[in-house]
């Protein structure tokens, strides 16, 4: 079977509408005809979101550099199938990828009446690539949530990382965590104790008899803040880094430790070498990418207020006081926009470059900035974003993972490199 035959055969199931469209009964059923995709392998358990994006890459990080084979899922891609996947942080091979498919295929064409969807169907390629690679830890990315929630067929779960550095009050993964504890799981990771999230996670765990892990945040101290890096000590070993000055990786580094440390009580080998470097050469994180320094071009996946708070702090910090301020935002949902744009108060802001389907008129916009661009697509974004850096105007753009990797993608296309 060719590549593009198999993105023809998958794109060829319709997609569901809401979480309640998905069966895990249809998807334990092809699981099961397929066997051997749920045999053998740890999982681990991360949110979807910014912090839960970026706490899975490093982890994957992590578990690689301690030498063991590691596939991440993601929630589905806007592109292809393939990008689901990650086996060892590369994108699955071709090959393997067409080999699964035909086993799919011919599987699902036996059963003439099971209607999967096509989130079904990816979840169960992206499992099988995962065994056949041999994986010994899959990590699941994004589904719960936003995402699908497929993860009922892994339990019981070595960890569950809730994330809970920014998570707002009445947060939707809060349920889905909760679930994967009743269902079984080893140990729960988890980060701010202050928020109400935290305090519903920390009582299921107790009715569940669970042990839940806090991150040790007084432990950490900062030794080197650079444009481009990082690098702190925890517990009183030195030499961590993590390529961004982000305040959200920091805190999602900390959950990779406490979750590293998690694995070994369990009799994992993670020697202490493997997690700081494990840190120091994770991609593709998502999160405050500087792609220009003169001007400042930097990407961030943050999308909540709390979020772009924390990452505007950390711009000042870095590219220091600037006078000509464009911001590149993706809009979502209309009814959050003004509140993402409350993190903004009392900054001059030049230009404003919106992302969504919104009308350049719209008077929450304009009471922002009188010079508003709405673009319908990423790639006129990116065409206004390179406009701006050739002006001379420092840009800031930010608005979830898929966001930040599409401009940041489209911007260095623009620039010919």
């Given at each position: 079977m060719k590549y593009a035959n198999s993105l023809k055969y998958i794109n060829s199931f319709e997609m569901a509408d809401k979480l309640s469209d998905i069966s895990t009964k249809r998807v334990r059923k092809l699981c099961e005809d397929l066997g051997r995709v749920n045999v053998g392998s740890r999982f681990i358990v991360v949110p979807s979101g910014c912090a839960g994006h970026a706490t899975a890459v490093m982890l994957e990080s992590v578990i690689k550099k301690a030498g063991y084979r590691v596939g991440r899922i993601t929630s589905e891609s806007d592109f292809e199938s393939r990008s689901m996947v990650y086996l060892d942080g590369e994108l699955a091979d071709i090959e393997d990828y067409n080999k699964c498919v035909a086993e799919i295929k011919g599987i699902v064409s036996k059963e003439v009446d099971a209607n999967y969807l096509r989130q079904e169907i990816c979840f169960a390629l992206s499992l099988l690539l995962c065994q056949l690679n041999g994986c010994e830890f899959i990590i699941l990315e994004a589904l719960s949530g936003e995402g699908y929630s497929f993860d009922a067929l892994c339990a019981p779960y070595e960890l569950v990382i809730a994330p809970t550095v920014y998570s707002k009050d009445g947060n939707e993964e809060t349920k889905h965590i909760c679930d994967a504890i009743k269902r079984g799981v080893r140990e729960v990771v988890s980060g701010n104790q202050k928020s109400s999230v935290y305090g519903v996670i920390s009582n299921a765990c107790m009715l569940a008899g669970v042990r839940i892990n806090v991150t040790a945040k007084p432990t950490l101290q900062i030794k080197e803040t650079t444009a481009r890096r990082v690098v702190f000590s925890?517990?009183?070993?030195?030499?961590?880094?993590?390529?961004?000055?982000?305040?959200?990786?920091?805190?999602?580094?900390?959950l990779v430790i406490e979750s590293a440390l998690a694995l070994r009580r369990d009799g994992i080998?993670?020697?202490?070498?493997?997690?700081?470097?494990?840190?120091?050469?994770?991609?593709?994180?998502?999160?405050?990418?500087?792609?220009?320094?003169?001007?400042?071009?930097?990407?961030?996946?943050?999308?909540?207020?709390?979020?772009?708070?924390?990452?505007?702090?950390?711009?000042?910090?870095?590219?220091?006081?600037?006078?000509?301020?464009?911001?590149?935002?993706?809009?979502?949902?209309?009814?959050?926009?003004?509140?993402?744009?409350?993190?903004?108060?009392?900054?001059?802001?030049?230009?404003?470059?919106?992302?969504?389907?919104?009308?350049?008129?719209?008077?929450?916009?304009?009471?922002?900035?009188?010079?508003?661009?709405?673009?319908?697509?990423?790639?006129?974004?990116?065409?206004?974003?390179?406009?701006?850096?050739?002006?001379?105007?420092?840009v800031l753009c930010v608005g979830g993972v898929a966001f930040a990797a599409e401009i940041k993608n489209e911007f260095i296309r623009l620039m010919g490199l």
């Open positions: 925890y517990a009183d070993r030195d030499g961590y880094v993590i390529k961004s000055p982000s305040h959200i990786l920091r805190d999602c580094a900390m080998k993670m020697p202490w070498g493997s997690i700081a470097l494990g840190l120091e050469n994770a991609q593709n994180t998502g999160c405050f990418d500087m792609l220009s320094i003169s001007p400042a071009v930097l990407v961030d996946c943050a999308s909540q207020k709390q979020e772009l708070e924390s990452v505007i702090e950390t711009f000042e910090e870095t590219v220091g006081s600037f006078s000509r301020l464009t911001i590149c935002i993706k809009a979502g949902d209309k009814s959050e926009l003004p509140c993402q744009l409350s993190a903004f108060e009392g900054r001059k802001i030049e230009r404003l470059i919106v992302c969504g389907d919104l009308d350049e008129d719209d008077v929450s916009l304009k009471s922002v900035c009188a010079d508003v661009s709405v673009c319908g697509t990423v790639k006129l974004a990116a065409k206004h974003v390179h406009k701006a850096s050739m002006e001379n105007l420092t």
